[in-house]
């Protein structure tokens, strides 16, 4: 019998840790009932298939405010706006949603900004064999193009440390920051492996507000590790391939 690899899946798991469910974003299973619930209590929400790569059908939902129901839809690098709750969600389902799918809805964190562009970090957490200790061989920052909401259309990719430093979080401990992010990858694949203990590699996306706080956006079954490639080193690129030849 197949095990789920889904974004629903992975969350209940991740959520019944006492220390990662305080660094998931709240999440449910989407439906007209939570889409409503959701955006009344956060105004701004990500729609994702529970099953998916690179983004694909991700969409990112912001309520209106002066208590007019005007949601905006931004899918990719495209905007509309729909007036009233339920033609809100039917427009989603009709015309955004991909057909087959289950979706999550996820409150949006609000990410550190770049030029105004929101970044993540993809956190390569592998080991050499199922016995083997889970180490972080890789972390690099991905910010998203301009007028895009997601980092899966990347601008660009920094180092953690380029990244903070050009971030409004640049005075803040670097070294602290970066072994809290790598502590919450190691526990998030030591969490998972009780549900996929055969599995030898996570790619977790993984982001930090304005606030300094570290979340876990999403824990990815295996996540690619091309991103590594458009840094001037390549180290951490070969050293995810040394893992994956155990």
């Given at each position: 019998?197949?095990?789920?690899?889904?974004?629903?899946?992975?969350?209940?798991?991740?959520?019944?840790?006492?220390?990662?469910?305080?660094?998931?974003?709240?999440?449910?299973?989407?439906?007209?009932?939570?889409?409503?619930?959701?955006?009344?209590?956060?105004?701004?929400?990500?729609?994702?298939?529970?099953?998916?790569?690179?983004?694909?059908?991700?969409?990112?939902?912001?309520?209106?405010?002066?208590?007019?129901?005007?949601?905006?839809?931004?899918?990719?690098?495209?905007?509309?706006?729909?007036?009233?709750?339920?033609?809100?969600?039917?427009?989603?389902?009709?015309?955004?949603?991909?057909?087959?799918?289950?979706?999550?809805?996820?409150?949006?964190?609000?990410?550190?900004?770049?030029?105004?562009?929101?970044?993540?970090?993809?956190?390569?957490?592998?080991?050499?064999?199922?016995?083997?200790?889970?180490?972080?061989?890789?972390?690099?920052?991905?910010?998203?193009?301009?007028?895009?909401?997601?980092?899966?259309?990347?601008?660009?990719?920094?180092?953690?440390?380029?990244?903070?430093?050009?971030?409004?979080?640049?005075?803040?401990?670097?070294?602290?920051?970066?072994?809290?992010?790598?502590?919450i990858a190691l526990r998030t694949a030591?969490?998972l492996q009780k549900k996929y203990p055969?599995?030898?590699?996570?790619?977790?996306?993984?982001?930090?507000?304005?606030?300094?706080?570290?979340?876990?956006?999403?824990?990815?079954?295996?996540?690619?590790?091309?991103?590594?490639?458009?840094?001037?080193?390549?180290?951490?690129?070969?050293?995810?391939?040394?893992?994956?030849?155990?």
């Open positions: 019998m197949a095990v789920s690899v889904g974004k629903w899946t992975k969350y209940n798991v991740m959520k019944k840790d006492p220390w990662l469910a305080q660094a998931v974003p709240p999440t449910q299973l989407l439906t007209y009932k939570t889409f409503q619930l959701f955006l009344n209590r956060y105004r701004e929400v990500f729609l994702k298939p529970s099953v998916g790569e690179m983004g694909a059908g991700v969409v990112h939902v912001r309520a209106g405010g002066g208590g007019k129901r005007i949601y905006e839809f931004h899918s990719g690098n495209r905007r509309v706006m729909i007036l009233g709750t339920k033609r809100a969600y039917n427009y989603f389902c009709r015309y955004l949603k991909v057909k087959g799918k289950r979706y999550i809805i996820q409150q949006k964190v609000n990410l550190l900004k770049i030029n105004n562009c929101p970044f993540d970090f993809r956190v390569m957490v592998q080991r050499k064999n199922v016995n083997s200790p889970w180490s972080v061989t890789a972390i690099a920052a991905k910010v998203a193009a301009r007028h895009y909401v997601t980092t899966n259309v990347a601008a660009k990719v920094l180092t953690f440390e380029e990244a903070i430093r050009q971030s409004s979080l640049y005075s803040k401990d670097l070294k602290a920051l970066e072994k809290e992010v790598k502590s030591s969490v055969h599995h030898r590699r996570f790619g977790i996306d993984m982001g930090i507000d304005y606030s300094g706080k570290v979340w876990i956006i999403e824990a990815n079954y295996r996540g690619s590790n091309n991103i590594f490639l458009f840094l001037k080193d390549k180290a951490m690129y070969e050293r995810v391939l040394e893992y994956d030849h155990g």
